[in-house]
């Protein structure tokens, strides 16, 4: 898994648009949608801003585990909610 597949995912399931990420990253809302569906590769600068933005370490983009772990927890946190 990519590590933009990983970032979508978590903005996902937090229920953050796209464009909110990237109005907060000082960028356009076609530079981020890039970045989440068409880029190779994520911007190294982006990154930090990115994870700190959707509340979680920059380390869960890297590992499919942890990205999944941060999405189960969002959505077990959701449904206690409701």
Known sequence: ???RDNI???RKAKGITQ???ARN???SPMRYYRLENINK???PDLITPIARYLGVR???FFS???TESV???IHSTQKVST
């Open 71 to 73: 999405v189960n927890s």
């Open 58 to 60: 920059e380390e869960v």
């Open 41 to 43: 590769t994520v911007d």
């Open 19 to 21: 464009i909110a990420v």
């Open 25 to 27: 990253l000082g960028i």
């Open 1 to 3: 898994m990519k590590v």
């Open 8 to 10: 979508k995912k978590v």
């Open 64 to 66: 499919v585990k942890l």
